[in-house]
């Protein structure tokens, strides 16, 4: 058994709205930051024979749905459970 974290984010360039309302707060609030980006984190239990064949199947997740090739970023962090 094998728990993977995958932890998804926009490229370099990509507007991220939420980022930046969420820094505008945090600003007015009194809090001085250089940059303030948004990640969704996926953790995802699997059966799999050995810690490269869970890292396939995971990367071939993230390729098919979790991320978007052309907007995102993603690592995947592979933990014996």
Do not use: W
Not at 13 to 33: C, H, N, Y
Not at 51 to 57: F, L, M, S, V
Not at 63 to 79: A, K
């Amino acid at each position: 058994m094998y728990e993977a974290v995958v932890r998804v984010s926009l490229k370099k360039g990509v507007l991220d709205p939420e980022a930046k309302t969420i820094q505008k707060s945090l600003e007015r609030l009194g809090f001085d930051l250089e940059d303030l980006s948004t990640a969704d984190e996926y953790i995802i239990d699997l059966e799999a024979d050995s810690e490269e064949d869970a890292r396939q199947r995971v990367d071939e997740m993230c390729e098919r749905l979790l991320t978007n090739p052309v907007i995102h970023d993603y690592t995947v962090e592979i933990r014996a459970a």
